[in-house]
T-cell receptor, first 111, second 117 residues
Framework: GESVGLHLPTLSVQEGDNSIINCAYS??????FIWYKQESGKGPQFIID?????DKRQGQRVTVLLNKTVKHLSLQIAATQPGDSAVYFC??????????FGKGTMLLVSP | GAVVSQHPSWVICKSGTSVKIECRSL??????MFWYRQFPKQSLMLMAT?????????EQGVEKDKFLINHASLTLSTLTVTSAHPEDSSFYIC?????????????FGDGTRLSIL
């Protein structure tokens, strides 16, 4: 299930399940979005990106969906593995050549 | 590809010391580099943006005299925390991008954990 902690929402899943991490963005003018994975004590790692002229993009075991109507972005991870446990951040480029990061979601995968 | 190396990975020093953190793009030329600060269980907070050969652009509330940024080459940017105090203790992360446009991915280093005693 999904719970909201003091600072970081957490999604707990079982190994093998599909995970869906959601992100609401604020700027309707944003034209580029990225998902990053951050493991404890490390920097964010690029997972997948999508431009605003697309609504879906697939990578290896991951799919990003973009709904511009409601300003919503999601990351789907198929067959989630314990190694997927990390904090996931969405980021948007709203036209200022910098990225604005979301608050992050912690994904916990139980064996 | 797109590897960013950050050094040191952690540093502990006394209050009043200045600390320099290096960020290198190892296999690409980084026209633009970014410095972020991250507190535990929180998101990344952008401190400044630097383009090679020009002065850094600092975000509102970030003291440029406190956090000195140099981007002297297309593969190296440095952040110097001057006269560091305990409140400067944090996780500092750099990122690099090949172009100046925002619709390209940033690639991150593994961060520097700074602890000021």
């Amino acid at each position: 299930g999904e719970s909201v902690g003091l600072h970081l929402p957490t999604l707990s899943v079982q190994e093998g399940d599909n995970s869906i991490i959601n992100c609401a963005y604020s700027n309707s003018a944003s034209d580029y979005f990225i998902w990053y994975k951050q493991e404890s004590g490390k920097g964010p790692q690029f997972i997948i990106d999508i431009r605003s002229n697309m609504d879906k993009r697939q990578g290896q075991r991951v799919t990003v969906l973009l709904n511009k109507t409601v300003k919503h972005l999601s990351l789907q991870i198929a067959a989630t593995q314990p190694g997927d446990s990390a904090v996931y951040f969405c980021a948007e480029n709203s036209g200022y050549s910098t990225l604005t990061f979301g608050k992050g979601t912690m994904l916990l995968v139980s064996p | 590809g797109a590897v960013v190396s950050q050094h040191p990975s952690w540093v502990i020093c006394k209050s009043g010391t200045s600390v320099k953190i290096e960020c290198r793009s190892l296999d690409f030329q980084a026209t633009t580099m970014f410095w972020y600060r991250q507190f535990p269980k929180q998101s990344l907070m952008l401190m400044a943006t630097s383009n090679e050969g020009s002065k850094a652009t600092y975000e509102q509330g970030v003291e440029k005299d406190k956090f000195l940024i140099n981007h002297a080459s297309l593969t190296l940017s440095t952040l110097t925390v001057t006269s560091a105090h305990p409140e400067d203790s944090s996780f500092y992360i750099c990122s690099a991008r090949t172009g100046v446009r925002g619709n390209q991915p940033q690639h991150f280093g593994d961060g520097t954990r700074l602890s000021i005693l």
